[in-house]
């Protein structure tokens, strides 16, 4: 902010409390002595007094020659001091704040594409120096990314194409999380580009969500994926709850009443049909994982993918508010600094990269389960190896950021 002069535009506000609280002292004294003060006159004598200059002041706005004594008393002062402060509480302030406001809005909106000219030039730089360090890494997932994708396209038209009804329901849901890993890796790849590597370690948490649900759904038979789809009902039924409840706080309307009872009459429809457990946030796996009312955590148990609790702990933290999020920083070299990190950086990307391959590759290798066809095998093979050098590429641009900035620092305490 400094670049548009806040702080001293405030400071300069600030300066004018005074000398507008003494203005309308002077314009009493004035009016008290029978002088009909000219528009003006009291800021300009207010104005004089506050400048610290000892001559007389002159005022050429009037045709007559008079000489008018103001005296200022300790009552004045003390007048003027609590006129100062009460100004400062009243809406004068605000209105002030407003004028500010509008003037900063206005230097900005004239200075703005300098500034930003400069920030493009400069992220540029930015993105350069990190495609330099992690762009072996970050070309290794951008091609399993691509392969991936053409492998889901694939499928997905053989799957248009099939008359078969076995395990249908099943392979449309792992088409459709497939194709929602695929948008959540570009989109983690987009972020490690930028520089936000807490943001891209978030997005991952998403991609491990899919990935659990994937795996229990081709465990099961079609009834886990029916339940899977139908419990939209449910959540419907939730966003429905949850509008009511803020719609009036916010001043929206009422949500249509049609579509409301629509809404209604579907979610009691699923609970009549799966039972009361079904209306639990994971109730669609209720029946199958054979607890009533089960959580995220006992869902990872029943996919086999417990071991990655901790991760998803910890990319937690970059979504919730808690303090763990605001002190500990990916994208930070020294977690134990005063340093905050507002913007990117050009660390900490080895977890959300290395993670986001493994938990891509195991959602596409689920896309062939069932065959035995040399082609899958030899496409299950591939991804695997790029998997494994996805993680080699980021373990060693860690490694030699670490090993740099390990130089830096004993340059520094020389």
């Known amino acids: 902010m400094q670049m548009f002069g806040l702080q001293r535009a405030l400071r300069d506000a600030i300066r004018q409390l005074p ?19 000219p528009s003006g006159l ?17 005022w050429n706005g009037d045709r007559t020659d008079r000489e008018v004594r103001v005296d200022v008393s300790d009552d004045d002062l003390a007048v003027l001091e609590k006129a100062v402060w009460s100004f400062a509480k009243e809406d004068t302030l605000h209105k002030l704040a407003e004028d500010i406001a509008q003037s900063l809005l206005k230097a900005l909106g004239a200075q703005w594409d300098q500034r930003r000219l400069s920030d493009h030039a400069e992220m540029a730089g930015f993105r350069d120096r990190l495609e330099e360090r992690w762009g072996n890494a970050l070309d290794l997932l951008r091609m399993l990314l691509v392969i991936c994708q053409e492998i889901g396209g694939e499928v997905a038209g053989r799957f248009r194409r099939s008359k078969s009804k076995k395990d249908r329901a099943k392979r449309a849901v792992l088409l459709r999380l497939h194709a929602r890993s695929c948008q959540v890796v570009g989109e983690i790849v987009a972020l490690i580009e930028a520089g936000f590597a807490d943001g891209a370690m978030s ?11 994937a795996n229990l759904a081709s465990a099961h038979d079609d009834d886990l994926s029916e339940r899977y789809v139908e419990h939209l009902a449910v959540e419907s039924k ?5 509008y009511e409840s803020c719609a009036p706080l916010l001043g929206f309307r009422p949500f249509p009443k049609r579509e409301a009872a629509r809404i209604e009459r ?36 029943a996919a086999g993918r417990e071991a990655m609790r901790s991760h998803y702990k910890m990319a937690s933290q970059n979504v919730h508010g808690g303090p763990h999020g605001i002190f500990f920083r990916l994208g930070l070299l020294d977690q134990g600094g005063e340093l905050l990190l507002a913007g990117p950086s050009n660390a900490g990307f080895f977890d959300p990269g290395h993670l986001a391959a493994r938990a891509l ?6 896309l062939f389960a069932g065959r ?37 620092q004993k340059v520094s305490r020389r």
């Open 372 to 408: 035995a066809m040399l082609d899958e095998l030899v496409m299950m093979k591939m991804l695997i190896a790029i998997d494994d050098a996805v993680t080699d590429a980021f373990a060693l641009a860690e490694r030699q950021l670490d090993r740099d900035e390990r130089d830096v």
């Open 19 to 37: 000398a507008m609280a003494l203005e309308q002292v002077i314009a009493n004294k004035l009016k008290a002595a029978g002088v009909s003060a």
């Open 42 to 58: 009291s800021h300009q004598i207010a104005k004089h007094v506050l400048s610290g200059s000892e001559e007389p002041f002159t």
């Open 203 to 213: 997005r991952w948490r998403t991609l491990h969500e899919l990935v659990v649900i």
């Open 266 to 301: 579907r979610f009691k429809q699923v609970l009549k049909k799966y039972g009361a457990e079904f209306g639990s946030p994971y109730g669609w796996a209720a029946h199958h994982v054979n607890i009533k009312k089960p959580n995220f955590a006992q869902l990872e148990a």
């Open 361 to 366: 590759v195991q959602i596409t290798v689920l």
């Open 238 to 242: 939730r966003s429905l709850d949850q």
